[in-house]
T-cell receptor, first 113, second 112 residues
Framework: NAGVTQTPKFRVLKTGQSMTLLCAQD?????MYWYRQDPGMGLRLIHY???????AKGEVPDGYNVSRLKKQNFLLGLESAAPSQTSVYFC????????????FGPGTRLTVT | KQEVTQIPAALSVPEGENLVLNCSFT??????LQWFRQDPGKGLTSLLL?????REQTSGRLNASLDKSSGRSTLYIAASQPGDSATYLC???????????FGKGTLLTVNP
């Protein structure tokens, strides 16, 4: 039982390049989340999903897109990376939205130059 | 809008000391509050989840309390060890989409 996994662990992009971050969970959780963590800002919700085929905007969605084609996977895309998107990205999942713990992946450290 | 504050931002204690980490939130209409631990360069590890109907949760040397009326939660760590050194984050769940709102964390250092 791997829990929540994220690939890649590190990535360096040039401004304007695109990439996709992959999150996978093997706990059969309905809800999945993408956060970014920046010094002095704490964790902020980018997008989330309440089930396969659904996505919704979080607190800071601009510049990102997401897809949840399979229940176990949640993809975060950057179409045209900007230096302001340099951050550590965390994926999380939970059994439901309200009552159960969120479990986090190990993170992806992204640098945009 | 929910705001979560953690004080102090950093705390240094000698090994063996009992300590309390504080978390305050502005909106008392939370469903639950979750405490996490984050080691440098790592993800978040869930420590305790307290439902709004509960006042305390315990796991080993950790005890978390929740007082919705005062907008406060505390994490008590007994007999601290150097391995407890990490950043501790609290997050309150509430709102129409049950979003988690995080504090900025308390960096704990336990000195041998």
């Amino acid at each position: 039982n791997a829990g929540v996994t994220q690939t890649p662990k590190f990535r360096v992009l040039k401004t304007g390049q695109s990439m996709t971050l992959l999150c996978a969970q093997d706990m059969n959780h309905e809800y999945m989340y993408w956060y970014r963590q920046d010094p002095g800002m704490g964790l902020r919700l980018i997008h989330y999903s309440v089930g396969e085929g659904t996505t919704a905007k979080g607190e800071v969605p601009d510049g990102y897109n997401v897809s949840r084609l399979k229940k176990q996977n949640f993809l975060l895309g950057l179409e045209s990376a900007a230096p302001s998107q340099t951050s550590v990205y965390f994926c999380a999942s939970s059994l439901d939205a309200r009552s159960y713990e969120q479990y986090f992946g190990p993170g992806t450290r992204l640098t945009v130059t | 809008k929910q705001e979560v504050t953690q004080i102090p931002a950093a705390l240094s204690v000698p090994e063996g000391e009992n300590l309390v980490l504080n978390c305050s939130f502005t909106d008392s209409a939370i469903y639950n509050l979750q405490w996490f631990r984050q080691d440098p360069g790592k993800g978040l590890t869930s420590l305790l989840l307290i439902q709004s109907s509960q006042r305390e949760q315990t796991s080993g040397r950790l005890n978390a309390s929740l007082d919705k009326s005062s907008g406060r939660s505390t994490l008590y760590i007994a007999a601290s060890q150097p391995g407890d050194s990490a950043t501790y984050l609290c997050a309150g769940r509430g709102g129409s989409n049950y979003k988690l709102t995080f504090g900025k964390g308390t960096l704990l250092t336990v000195n041998p």
